[in-house]
């Protein structure tokens, strides 16, 4: 009970600003690794010769990815403001507006469920969208681009990359407490 009292107080803006930052950051710093332990994976048959600096795809899954394990960690009104705020900012970072943001974020989202249907897993979902963001299907053996599906080695190996790539919301609820 007295854990309440000892709780940093951070608020809804800050929230939005510290998230942003950290998932640009982390994409931008982290995206040329990512593409250069995909370049080298056995499991292609071609390397699929990723963009080290093309990162803002890889930013929208992670941010999209993300995105769908706040409300379920931070209570309704939280989270829908903080959401809107990170729309708000992203819509700024991008010179767009934040509806268009917003309408970005969904259909990534639909794409996720889509691909990983019948599966609610984010993490595989985020895999799966980044396979498909940077059409990796056509360096794979003929059997699994026939088929349109990743070769399962190399989502395997995605996954333990999507995974360091997500936000552990439930240290932030934890540790602070969120506020206007």
Not at 84 to 100: C, H, P, Q, R, V
Not at 133 to 161: G, T
Request: charged fraction near 25%.
């Amino acid at each position: 009970m007295l854990g309440i009292f000892g709780r940093k107080k951070l608020g809804e803006d800050q929230l939005s600003q510290i998230f942003n930052n950290a998932m640009w950051k982390m994409s931008a710093k982290g995206f040329s690794e990512v593409a250069a332990i995909l370049n080298e994976d056995p499991e292609f048959t071609i390397s699929p010769e990723l963009d080290p600096n093309d990162h803002t795809r890889f930013f929208f899954i992670i941010v999209s990815g993300n995105l769908k394990y706040l409300p379920h960690r931070l209570d309704g009104t939280h989270s829908r403001f903080v959401i809107m705020k990170i729309y708000e900012l992203l819509g700024g970072l991008f010179d767009t507006s934040a509806g268009s943001i917003e309408k970005h974020i969904k259909k990534l989202h639909g794409e996720m469920s889509r691909l990983n249907h019948p599966s609610k897993n984010t993490l595989y979902a985020m895999s799966k969208l980044f396979f498909k963001e940077y059409d990796l299907y056509q360096y794979q053996e003929e059997y699994y681009r026939s088929i349109l599906a990743p070769n399962p080695v190399i989502l395997k190996r995605l996954d333990a990359i999507m995974q360091s790539y997500l936000w552990d919301w439930e240290v932030i609820s934890e540790e602070y407490r969120i506020v206007d």
